[in-house]
T-cell receptor, first 110, second 114 residues
């Protein structure tokens, strides 16, 4: 069955620290990958997506993610986080179905 | 204009009641979805409709009945509400139901069953 896992449940960083959130998926076929962000009390917004081509994709607000097919991974990165990045981050994979990971809560301390 | 709008934003009700949540999208999309987000923030798809036809129906109690009067609307009706139904329900839409289609989400409806 198709599934998505995220390595960390809760990540706490200080402002200006670098961020990497892990995401792994299980699906044997071609897959599209997404990262969504949910700010406190708000709906999910698309950060970035990978469909094909360059495995390093850049999204909004300075985020990027790298698709590594051999590792079934799509990790999210940001070189320097801000307090306003505090949110829940969801990785999602679209193969046969659209499946979300369990989410990673990011808390950025000012 | 809000692309995917849900009403109400908050819903507080007693066990055993019947309630509905409405969703409308003005993006011209063909496919709409309902997700349930539990207290641990886990998102699970409940239903998906494409052009008013049901295409995904995950293991959801039959107390939950989606209704799509047209492709711009997907309402969720819940009968005999239970405490475990308390969650945030998100509506979403995409151009089509297949791969390569980004889902756009509504603001969510926080349902509290007392």
């Amino acid at each position: 069955a198709q599934s998505v896992s995220q390595h960390n449940h809760h990540v706490i960083l200080s402002e200006a620290a670098s961020l990497e959130l892990g995401c792994n998926y299980s699906y044997g076929g071609t897959v599209n990958l997404f990262w969504y962000v949910q700010y406190p009390g708000q709906h999910l917004q698309l950060l970035l997506k990978y469909f094909s081509g360059d495995p390093l994709v850049k999204g909004i607000k300075g985020f990027e993610a790298e698709f590594i097919k051999s590792k079934f991974s799509f990790n999210l990165r940001k070189p320097s986080v801000q307090w306003s990045d505090t949110a829940e981050y969801f990785c999602a994979a679209q193969g046969q179905n659209f499946v979300f990971g369990p989410g990673t809560r990011l808390s950025v301390l000012p | 204009d809000t692309a995917v709008s849900q009403t109400p934003k908050y819903l507080v009700t007693q066990m055993g009641n019947d309630k509905s949540i409405k969703c409308e999208q003005n993006l011209g999309h063909d496919t709409m979805y309902w997700y349930k987000q539990d207290s641990k923030k886990f998102l699970k798809i409940m239903f998906s409709y494409n052009n008013k036809e049901l295409i995904i129906n995950e293991t959801v109690p039959n107390r939950f009945s989606p209704k799509s009067p047209d492709k711009a609307h997907l309402n969720l009706h819940i009968n005999s509400l239970e405490l475990g139904d308390s969650a945030v329900y998100f509506c979403a839409s995409s151009q089509a139901g297949g791969r390569g289609n980004i889902q756009y989400f509504g603001a969510g409806t926080r349902l509290s069953v007392l």
